[in-house]
Nanobody, 116 residues
Framework: VQLVESGGGLVQAGGSLRLSCAASGTIFRLNAMGWFRQAPGKQRELVARISSGGSTNYADSVKGRFTISRDNAKNTVYLQMNSLKPEDTAIYYC???????????WGQGTQVTVAS
């Protein structure tokens, strides 16, 4: 399984970004998918999850601001991030989940930096 994240960048606080994760080498539509992030000096954390059926869950820290979605025809999962805060600064990764633990190989991630 190969996962390739993109869409990160530098944005001002209050701004928005849309991350994409393209998956190959798996039957994408059968997998729950998640977006993780890792800030400097902190552990990697799960911030959003989407089931194979489209049900979503979010960490409290991003609830109401982030939206995870998937396009099974494109083997891609997205993370729409609105009202970004400096504390959202991190490297963002996607991965397959079973049921809530990452089970695939990590990609290179995409850097999100939110300036105050």
């Amino acid at each position: 399984v190969q996962l390739v994240e993109s869409g990160g960048g530098l944005v001002q606080a209050g701004g928005s970004l849309r991350l994409s994760c393209a998956a190959s080498g798996t039957i994408f539509r059968l997998n729950a998918m998640g977006w993780f992030r890792q800030a400097p000096g902190k552990q990697r954390e799960l911030v959003a999850r989407i089931s194979s059926g489209g049900s979503t869950n979010y960490a409290d820290s991003v609830k109401g601001r982030f939206t995870i979605s998937r396009d099974n025809a494109k083997n891609t999962v997205y993370l729409q991030m609105n009202s970004l805060k400096p504390e959202d600064t991190a490297i963002y990764y996607c991965n397959m989940l079973f049921p809530d633990l990452p089970v695939g190989s990590w990609g290179q991630g995409t850097q999100v930096t939110v300036a105050s």
